[in-house]
């Protein structure tokens, strides 16, 4: 064992507090050190002091790493016992970063786990079990996978908190990008485990038109694919099958919905103008007992109202229905077949419009 790793093991000794034996039982209350001080050699007589020789760049470079990870670990058990699972965490791995030591990567998977984060509890958990196990020949007991069974144990039960996902390519595609959610995620990280949910994915292949976009949800404990079919080329005299440039037209519209607004608003106020007159001329070619002479200019003018009237009501209900129609299609958001977000469409019956979502 190597001097620096005494020092460190000493170190913790005496500076921690006795701690629970197992690193993935969930009735533990503070992490692990399962680092135990190993018993030095009795010192060899002397009868004179041999001077010291100065210590080598790499035996500095050790001792730096042991100091990370004695303060590291340190921190990391105190923001557990304090209740900051998460921090903790973060600084468990920046312990293991420093000492590949198997207890910090065990305590990094309980802090997560305490913290919520099952995904990334799991992850460390599989990390951990990758460990070489502690019968190879060789493998110092502070850097084997001491704690299978409990690890793994711990791992049965979060991936039954998580789900999966993973791709299944349909023939010979080629991906550039995966993003999950945004986040870029490297094709050989596949499987992926996530948090249960509704989770985004965007593929993108070797050209930029190819480009597909999906919705899965995704329960606990289940397992997802990703099929991705080969990227269909786009026409180019069809621009409404290109999910950005129909996003384009619908801006373009806008204006024009907006103007279509305005011209319904002017004809029900010209409209409301005309009733009120048809009105008061209906009511004066009535009068009981008629003024005499007959009313009969009385007569004209309501005629004439009434007719002006019942053409307004027509011009208004069809500039209305232009204003629904190209609304729908100002504000509608795009869908192709790679799409499960929600869109609409307007499908015209001749006596109505029906809207679809």
Same mark, same amino acid.
Request: some cysteine; charged content about 25%; proline content about 7%.
């Given at each position: 064992?190597?001097?620096?790793l ?11 507090p ?12 503070e ?10 050699s009795?010192p ?9 020789s100065a ?5 500095? #470079?050790?001792?730096e ?8 670990f340190q ?8 209740g900051?699972?998460a921090?903790?965490? #973060?600084?468990f791995e ?23 984060d ?10 951990y ?5 502690c ?40 991906l550039?990008?995966?993003? #999950?959610d ?21 593929l993108?292949?070797s ?16 397992s997802?694919? #990703?099929?991705?079919e080969?990227?269909a080329s786009?026409p ?6 290109d ?24 004809s ?13 001329q ?9 003024t ?22 027509g ?5 209305a ?35 679809r979502?």
């Open positions: 064992m190597m001097p620096g005494l020092r460190l093991l000493c170190a913790l000794a005496l500076a921690m006795a701690a629970p034996a197992r690193a993935a039982a969930p009735a533990t209350t992490p692990v050190d399962t680092l135990t001080p190993a018993t030095p009795e060899e007589t002397t009868t004179a002091a041999a001077p010291e210590p080598s760049t790499g035996d500095r #470079i050790y001792d790493m042991v100091k990370e990870f004695t303060a590291r921190q990391g058990q105190l923001l557990f016992n304090r900051s699972y921090q903790a965490a #973060i600084e920046a312990a293991f970063a420093a000492v590949p030591a198997a207890a910090a990567l065990s305590n990094v998977a309980l802090a997560y786990e305490r913290a919520g099952h995904v990334a509890a799991a992850r460390a958990a599989k990390r079990l990758d460990l070489p196990a019968d190879t020949p060789g493998v110092d007991e502070d850097f084997c996978a001491s704690q299978r069974a409990e690890l793994a144990e711990a791992l049965d039960r979060l991936l039954k908190q998580t789900g999966e996902l993973r791709l299944q390519r349909n023939g010979d595609v080629r550039r990008e995966v993003r #999950i945004g986040r870029v995620i490297a094709q050989q990280d596949f499987p992926l485990l996530v948090e249960p949910g509704r989770h985004e994915v965007e993108v292949g050209r930029k038109d190819e480009r597909l976009q999906r919705m899965i949800d995704v329960r606990a404990g289940e997802r694919a #990703i099929v991705v080969p990227f786009t180019s005299g069809d621009r409404g099958t999910p950005q440039r129909r996003r384009d037209r619908s801006a373009a519209l806008r204006p024009t919905f907006w103007a279509a607004v305005a011209l319904t608003a002017a029900a106020a010209t409209l409301a103008s005309f009733g009120t007159i048809t009105v008061v209906k009511r004066r070619y009535e009068e009981d007992p008629p005499p002479p007959y009313p009969a200019g009385a007569e004209d003018r309501f005629g004439t109202f009434k007719t002006a009237s019942n053409a307004m009501v011009v208004t209900a069809g500039l229905m232009v204003t629904v129609v190209v609304g729908l299609f100002a504000f509608s958001r795009p869908r192709n077949r790679s799409t499960t977000r929600a869109s609409t469409h307007v499908h015209w019956l001749g006596t109505g419009v029906r809207v979502w």
